[in-house]
């Protein structure tokens, strides 16, 4: 059977399910209250407990972490063999877990799963956290953590010595920091208008805090649109930036000569395992949320857990053909060492490991085939788990039994893991669930404004309806402010359609075609030096690194010109607008004929009330202005 | 000079062979010995023990002052106590182990003339007595240059026997057909090209056999019979030795070798190498002394049972306390052979002088100073070693080191006057043992290893540290059993045995004889609880030594049984070994069947296709050929890469973690079992590849190509990812995963300052000693010469007693190197991976 059927199914799947919204019964006002109540009410007990809880295996971790630094890596249990067993495997396992929120927030948001509304969120600072926790581990596997600036290629009074860009070592260093900082732009974009909600909901020092960190939204016709071209212009940059995050952290292994490790399968077997156990992991955080928290239950439904569990499956089998594949490979080369390398892994000293990894990954998610299973909470969040095990051992598997036992049989050795090693894991999970624990306590857990705009209330068309008419009748819309994207306004507003486009073409390229000169200059001209006997000039090496900071750059240009033309800088005072339930039309008085009694005669034809009354204090700016507001209590 | 380098000629007392050494001092101090290669000798060989000793020098637990009765003391209350408890001693002795040197026995014999019952003892271990019995007192100076066929019988001769280094440059520089017989598989054992398991029971069947005295084999006909032949057509050209300490057996030997008297045994300039006496040793025992002198021996540990407590004055000259010292009254410390002047004549016509490289860093005193103190003739020991008079020309023996003349003597003469039990009527052949032998029964094979010999170095963490060639194991002695008596007893490698109460780990030896069990000695001496400090101190350090135990165990009392019995413990005693696999397969063939070469596989020149354009070469290409016939695998190179490289040593719990530091390995791989076992050494360090792999995966260009050819670690650039050591096919990269003091701060002086230590956190490798490189070439600069082929030596290369390492330049093709790189023989392991290494092998 192909693989692809499998892959697209559960999109297929949601796509059937298209009008039908993933959350209903909920008002707009709903929505607000249900995700602010959180952040609004005192911790619970069972909150603390958890925080406590990771906060203590977090810093046991960092005792574990600062042991290491101070005496040496030899604390781990590395030898001259294997050199890298735990740090890598768990740097690449939180990279994959990374993986699921980009994966959410961007590609499905290029594919339209409106289903990913209720979970990007959480998906997307999961991927923060979990970046973060990987990231931990290439500095400290370093035997000199305290120099790992190294790797960032500065001017320096060595020469300038630079950096080899020829090294899988260094595009890591660039992909994860792209990674990790487009992402955290992508997720913070995406909360800045649940920040105005909550600040607008709030007084005192929250609001004060949000009032800076929402850049003074007020929920703008013309902002929304640029934003929604923006997630559009950014989601496009994050796709292949997630595919080549883990296409790059498979290059470690990939471009070596390792027995197991040299292999051109290992990109696309990566990014499906990394979508797989992020997915998985995603599960695992969601179910629990939901068990956290009772009010979630409305929007975190089981049709999203059933979405994510078809993706799980899809992936699943993705990754199981690449096992096979492998074994395939190794049989077909005739190539001893890799027929070794892969015997060893399913007959030799980590065998256990290889055939847990076998059924975690490839046998358990054949479950998922049952709709009851994908519908069962307690079987998903059982079976996430074991993928996440099985994920882990992957990793181990692919690292260590490729290290232990490679070409020459005189060096060949074991591994086993100090308790600083697990202690280090352990202090990860530590970091990465205090840092989930305080996004739920402290950030709206739900993106509010996009499960707004997936409720399919009436207010979307009343409110265009209103505009269509006021413009009908003369009256000239200076602006809209919604409290999400309401599509199609922007046309019957007469917005024209945003040129941020160019802003990202320009940054991109700019960005690619700068740093591959850079590279080429400071590898051949500047301090040309012969590495592995490759060409001074290795223009395919340097093809990583372009296209890392060709993204960063596009999405630096797009956010930048994003912020530039919408008026947006943190701290800015918020103008009036609407980031709740209510939808502001400002109409501009260019005229004698402007009407304010007219205005609202016409929004009543639509059952709606209107407000004309305090225009200056909404208004302040705009002395020309008169404002509607349209108030949408009395439509219930 | 400030930072220049000087050498000085000088001779090795590392054991009796006296080998030839240069010593390299740097701002007045000694850094490093390597054989000198005009001795005539050693010729530039040096063996790990040798390259080892000058760690020694820089022990601050070496004795500092003389004690007497325990208690520190002073000479001159030293030589009142000896003169005034000489005063009236009737029967005096003098024992030492092989001494070699004329001024000493000269200054003994002396000493001892004063009293009425004064002799001489000598012993060895193992002893050689036997052999000097056969030939009438002389130990015949083997010749094995000079064989086209030999034949050993338990003489590990390129491992310990004798004067191992000579023996091995004689080998190599012939390689001729070579049987071994032997009970354990020895070093020599592991290059012959004919070996066979004997038990030691069977050895004179064996030799009777060989010797024509009986015409029925006594085991494996075929080759009893094929060796018996190579014997007889290479009459006067081959050679048998054997270590067997009967001198019925010797005297075996000796009928076998009858017409290679002359050729490869010379009687005209006999050795002096082991002048040990077993039947003088025996007569000390039975008969009371007044007085004990123990010149550079240590009985109580050495011997098998020997007892000085009734002994009214026990004076001994050691470096460190050890078990004699213990009981002595007047310990006398004598300093280290780099600061001490003394005399060799280890072969008839070989005259050798030991100068000192360094003003003695502790308060002793030479022995012969203080036998002619207590002579009532004080004198200088140079004063006594020029008195002796065996050169005419001082300076220039000072100059070179050693001085020579031809000893005339006709050979038949000699061959007579050592003939007084030719007559003597030949035992009957022992039965040949059947089988294997009864359950948990063994006969005890005891032998020096190559590390500790007789047990004189066991304060050198060098050697400690250095992997056993054969089983790889470091930090202790075990109980080497072969597989079947192993599985017999049901017991795994660090399983604790009790052998007839020595409790010792076992160790599961291919190629093993069945019905014995092989123990080295020289462990477990006294102090050796000092390694105790070696290696980092960490959270899960583990012990392995306590205040008050020792490394390893000693066994030489096992020497008393013809067999002992062996019991498990259940107790456990992980032994740190370097290699853990040891098997080749199809996986793994190179070492023994050569790869087809490229003509062969008509692929040009050996230049395998590249994707990339060829890159332009510096002036030289730097490359090493390591010829794997004549490696013994004796590991004279890894401590000569240890002592110029700085290499740390770390301690027996991070070897059990496998992290050893050195530089070159050998790598030794196993093939078939029992008397077909064949095996190979093969010396793994950086390849320097053209392509190489590591190169490419650093991210921060700390390790780079030079464009002689060098793959270049650079250290301060490091920060320690790794990934270059896991992409190094070869996995000859060494991490330091801490940092590595040495536990005694004073053998930093060891350090060789012309190559940087490294700290911790960073990768290192096998340089090619660059610091050499570089030195030849300022030197060939200033004189504005070409580099010339062989004034490189790497310092694997300079001290290697087989030359099998050749390193130079590839790109003058009338170099060695050249040649020896389009040899027939020539390949580079892993050829497929088209690294294009620089280190290449000659194989088998």
Redesign the interface.
Known sequence: MSNLPLAISPFRAAVEHDDEPPVTGKELADVTRDVCAPLERKATPLWWFAFLASAAVMTLGLVAIGYQVSTGIGTWGLNKTVGWAFDITNFVFWVGIGHAGTLISAVLFLLRQKWRTSVNRSAEAMTLFAVLCAAIFPLIHMGRPWLAFWVFPYPNTRGSLWVNFRSPLLWDVFAISVYFTVSAVFWFIGLMPDLATIRDRSTGLRQKIFGVLSFGWNGSLRTWTRYEKMYLLLAGLATPLVLSVHSIVSFDFATSVLPGWHATIFPPYFVAGAIFSGMSMVLTLMIIARAVMPALRDYLTVNHIDAMAKLVLATSGMVGLAYLTELFTAFYSGNPYERYAFVNRAMGPFAWGYWTMVICNVALPQLYWFRRVRRSIVAVFILSIFVNIGMWFERFIIIVTSLHRDFLPSSWASYTPTIIEIATLAGTFGLFFTAFLLFCRFLPMIAMAEVKGVLHRPEDERIKRVVRELTRGGYVVADVHTPYAVHGLEKVAGVKPSRLGWACAIGGFTGAGLILLFQSWTSAIDWGIDVGGKPLNSIPAFIPVTFEVGVLLGAFATVLAFLFRSRLWPGKRAQAGATDDQFVVVLRAENAAFDPEHAEQIAARYGVRVECGDASRRCPAKAATRVAALHTEGDR | MPGRAYWMASTCHGCPARCGVLVKCRDGRPIRIEGNPEHPLSRGGLCAVGQASVLELYDTLRLDGPMLRGAKSDWASVDAFVREQLAGAQRVRVLSTTLASPTSKRVIDEFLARFPDGKHVVYDVPSASAIREAHGGVLPHYRFDNADVIVSLDADFLGTWISPVEFTKQWSSRRAWHAQFEARLSLTGSKADQRVRLHPRETTAVLAYLAGATNEPPLKPVVLERIRKRLEEARGRSLVVCGSKRVEDQLLVKRINERNYGTTLDLAAPSYQREGNDHELAQLFAEPVDALFVVDANPVYDLPEFAVDHVPLVVTFPSHIDETSKRAHAVCPSPHFLESWNDSEPVAGVYAVTQPAIAPLRNTREVIESLAAWSGKPARAYDMIRATGKTAEWDKTLHDGFAVWSAATPVAALYAAAEPRRAAALPPPLKAATGVAALHTFTPVLYASIAMRDGRHAHNAWLHELPDPITKVTWDNYASLSPKAAEKLNVKDGDVVNVQGVELPAFVQPGQHDGVVAIAIGYGRLGTDRFAKVG?K???RRTHLTGGDTVGRRAIQLAKYDTVTITKTGKRHELATT??????D???PEPFAPVPSPRERGEGQGEGS?L??A?AKGAHQWAMAIDLAKCTGCSACVIGCQSENNVPVVGKD?VL????MHWI?I???FKGEGDELQVVH?P?MCAH?????????????AT????DGLNQQVYN???????C???C???V???????YPHDDVFANLTLNPDVAVR?????EKCSMCVQRIEEARIVAKQQGLPIADGAIRTACEQSCPADAIRFGDANDPKSRIAALRKDERYFV??EE?N??PAVGYLTV
């Open positions: 980092p960490w959270l899960l290699q853990l696999y040891n098997r080749v199809e996986h793994r590249s990339w354009p890159k991070e973690r496998e992290r050893e390995r790598d030794r791989y093969q793994m590849c053209g392509n190489a792999p590591c190169e490419t995966v650093c991210p921060v260009l780079v190509h030079s464009s650039r490091c920060v320690g990812t790794r990934y050591a896991n992409n096919p070869y996995k990269r060494r991490f330091n995963w801490f940092d700290s911790r956190g960073v990768m392991v892993l991976l690294v294009k």
